[in-house]
């Protein structure tokens, strides 16, 4: 009998040990590793207890052998519960049930060691309670194969409830060869249900990554040995296959990867193989079975198929955001209207060649000349067409190495790689002027184009995109400012004469704020008596820190900024304070004259405001003269005619400045109410040669009929004084006679003149300058 109890004890911890063994192979499940912790702690608790209990006296021996046999069936039984609740996904009140079962062992071994009958009741009920309560567990609800299971846990608690009922000391043989059998079923059913839920678990994986993989728009494939053991629909369909394709390659690389790429995506699979944590992730061009190109994104990583490594790959068709992709970045790179590359792949394709930087190479900026009047007045859409010819024409015929790209309006640039030496690049742009001598036929007419070209070379004028851009403009300009068509290399002359203009543009608005500009007056004389008759008000600039600018940069400056008219008032501004300061001081003032630029005169309230300023300051109206070149009276007559003709009728001296530079005719002359006819520099200087002496006394004559006082510019020499004054001239104005002066120096010529000891005070002016 012992025998066969031992032999039931030894079989509990065998299944047991199954049972722990089942559960290292995946330990998802902890209900198995529960029911075989229980069913060791079963087998151990039956060795102890009944089988071991009639080999032991009483005594302290026996007292532990109880609580020992009682600790290992209790927990067996808590552990059986815990595992069947856990199957269910039932989770146990640890709280309340632990300290129960402490009691209840307490309380088994406690009877174990005075009344074993009592024991072995309490321990069999409570024994058949957790049975019964295990079967509950897994009977609701459950399948076939649970129910068996549950039916098993019932035959158990029957086994327990029985045994000392049958025999007081539970030890029958009925209960015995029961006990033996029904956990032997037990424990496989047990094994047979942990292991058929974990391959129903693994079988619901599996179908479901089937699904998903079958159902994603993700292509899968798995590759082993460049072969594809495994291809989902979408990966089928990115490739252009069906389910079943008799066709698909043995060789998915050599069939799929262009022949360029064969030897990267091979190492890559050779990688994966070797590496069971490789993940990599890749860009590429692959074919579809029509051998159409398609841009594939892809991750690669390890995996185990059939025991043996593969590549398993997830790639998406990304062609259709790639050609977007290209198309904004052709339409970033090309210019709409010609097709042409544009400025963001010029200044790219600089920075990329200036970057490396080894190679030499040149750059030609070109512009169509007044292509401004072709869209003027034949329309914008000929302007268009004219720009595509141009540009059609110019990729036809210029050499492979140079690269046409349009910078926008009617710019155009050319890069030339390679080019070495000038030589090369005089022959592309040569080239280009020729090419433009045939007329475009377009809406019927021809139209002759003409392009000023500026060239630029890499290294020398230039160490990046930005500053060879700059340098090929430069030049390009200054050839625009030639008749004609036009090329010109840049020279670093250029640059500073830019930097120079825009500085100075830059500084005007500052400087006339701040009045950093003063006046030079420059003495007048009376003909033949050499008496002072007046000055002309020349302006300077003295930029701090920069000394003086000559009028030759700042003027142009202002008008091109439209600051001329700001400008002009500060020198009405400063020249009339002057008048007023020295009419104060010397009691009278002789005319000081003041150049105005045409553009002052597209102010309708010009000659309002000149008169306005003389009358702030006090000051007779004859004490200011205006001068306006001849040229610029004859360009804008129609503005400067009535504003010059309000003025001479308020008493200001008008003359006419620069007289023999321009076109104006006799009666327009007559028509001008000017008081003063300035002959030009360029008249005077060759006296006394015999033609420029005729030229000099025709227009002398022409003046005095006319009444205008004829002054004479630029003497430098008193052979050339004596010529004009024998000639007619009335005034002399020149460096031989007087240069410009300081307000202080020519307030002190004044003084002389007007003799201050002799000469009473008064505000008035007299009709004709006094003599010294």
């Known amino acids: 009998m012992p025998l066969l109890l031992l032999i039931s004890a030894g079989l509990n911890v065998v299944f047991g040990i199954a049972l722990l063994l089942l559960w290292q192979q995946d330990r998802r499940y902890p209900y198995v590793r529960l029911w075989g912790h229980s069913w060791v702690l079963l087998g151990l608790g039956l060795a102890i207890g009944p089988v071991l209990h009639d080999f032991a006296e009483p005594g302290p021996l026996h007292d532990l052998q109880s609580l020992l046999a009682s600790m290992a069936l209790m927990s067996s039984q808590l552990l059986q519960v ?29 009877l174990g060691s005075t009344d074993f009958r009592t024991a072995l009741v309490a321990g069999a009920t409570v024994m058949g309670i957790g049975s019964l309560a295990s079967a509950h567990l897994l009977w609701r609800y459950g399948r076939p194969a649970e129910r068996w299971v549950g039916g098993g846990f019932i035959a158990l608690a029957l086994v327990h409830l029985s045994a000392p009922w049958l025999d007081p000391q539970a030890r029958s043989m009925i209960t015995y060869v029961s006990g033996l059998v029904v956990q032997t079923m037990l424990s496989l059913g047990l094994i047979l249900l942990s292991v058929a839920r974990a391959h129903a678990e693994t079988r619901r994986q599996t179908e479901r990554f089937s699904r998903l993989a ?70 590429a061009t692959r074919l579809d079975m029509q051998g159409r190109p398609l841009h594939i994104r892809g991750l690669s990583s390890h995996l185990e ?36 590359p ?152 250029m640059n500073g004469a830019s930097r120079a203009r825009l500085d100075a543009e830059q500084s005007l608005g500052k400087a006339i704020a701040e009045r950093e500009f003063l006046l030079e007056y420059q003495p007048k004389f009376r003909a033949g008596s050499r008496q002072l008759c007046g000055f002309e008000a020349l302006v300077r600039w003295e930029r ?90 004859i360009g804008h007559v129609d503005r400067v005619m009535p504003q010059l003709h309000r003025l001479r009728n308020a008493g200001v001296l008008c003359s006419l400045d620069d007289f023999g530079t321009g076109q104006s005719s006799l009666t327009m002359l007559r028509q001008l109410p000017i008081s003063t006819m300035k002959l030009d520099r360029s008249m005077i200087d060759p006296l006394p040669e015999a033609q420029a002496s005729a030229v000099v006394k025709a227009t002398c004559a022409l003046g005095q009929s006319l009444q205008l006082e004829i002054v004479a510019e630029g003497v430098e020499t008193e052979v050339q004084a004596q010529a004009a004054e024998a000639l007619g001239c009335t005034q002399l104005q020149g460096y031989h006679l007087g240069r410009p002066l300081a307000a202080a120096a020519a307030g002190a010529l004044l003084a002389r003149h007007l ?18």
């Open 544 to 633: 701090p820190g920069k000394g003086r600018v000559s009028p030759a940069e700042f003027v142009p400056a202002a008008e091109r900024t439209g600051q001329i008219k700001a400008l002009g008032e500060l020198i009405l501004d400063i020249a009339t304070a002057q008048l007023r300061e020295w009419l104060d001081s010397w009691g009278q003032v002789l005319p000081v004259a003041v150049n105005v630029s045409p553009l002052q005169f597209d102010d309708a309230g010009f000659a309002s405001r000149v008169l306005s300023i003389l009358a702030e300051r006090g000051l007779p109206h004859q004490a200011l003269e205006v001068e306006i070149t001849e040229t610029a009276a």
């Open 214 to 283: 079958e159902h994603s728009l993700q292509g899968l494939v798995v590759l082993q040995n460049q072969r594809a053991v495994y291809a989902n629909p979408a990966a089928l369909a990115i490739y252009g296959f069906t389910r079943g394709h008799s066709q698909v390659p043995d060789d998915l690389i050599e069939a799929l990867v262009p022949q360029d790429l064969r030897g990267a995506a091979r190492e890559r699979h050779q990688r994966v193989l070797a590496n069971p944590d490789a993940r990599i992730e890749w860009e």
């Open 342 to 493: 544009n400025r963001n792949f010029a200044v790219e394709r600089l920075r990329e060649l200036t970057y490396f930087g080894a190679a030499p190479f040149a750059l030609i900026s070109a512009d169509l000349d007044r292509f401004q009047l072709v869209n003027e007045s034949l329309g914008h859409a000929v302007g268009d067409a004219l720009l595509n010819a141009v540009a059609r024409r110019l990729c036809r015929r210029l050499p492979p190495q140079a690269v046409l790209t349009r910078l926008g309006e009617d710019q155009f640039l050319v890069l030339i790689e390679g080019a070495a030496d000038r030589a090369a690049v005089q022959a592309v742009a040569d080239q280009m002027l020729a090419l433009l001598d045939t007329p475009f036929a377009l809406e019927g007419a021809e139209l002759f184009v003409h392009m000023s070209l500026g060239a630029a070379m890499f290294p020398q004028d230039g160490r990046d995109g930005a500053s060879l851009l700059r340098a090929a403009d430069s030049a390009m300009h200054r050839a625009k400012a030639s008749a004609g068509a036009s090329f010109i290399f840049f020279d670093q002359a």
């Open 305 to 340: 198929w059939d025991e043996a490594p593969a590549e398993l790959m997830v790639m998406v068709d990304d062609s259709s955001r790639q050609r977007a992709v290209d198309a904004l970045r052709r339409q970033a790179l090309h210019d709409e209207l010609t097709d042409l």
């Open 755 to 772: 003799n201050l000891a002799a000469q009473p005070r008064g505000d008035s002016m007299p009709t004709q300058p006094p003599s010294v």
């Open 82 to 110: 815990a595992g069947a609740a856990d199957y269910r996904s039932r989770a146990l009140r640890w709280r309340v049930l632990l300290p129960l079962f402490a009691a209840i062992m307490l309380v088994l071994a406690a």
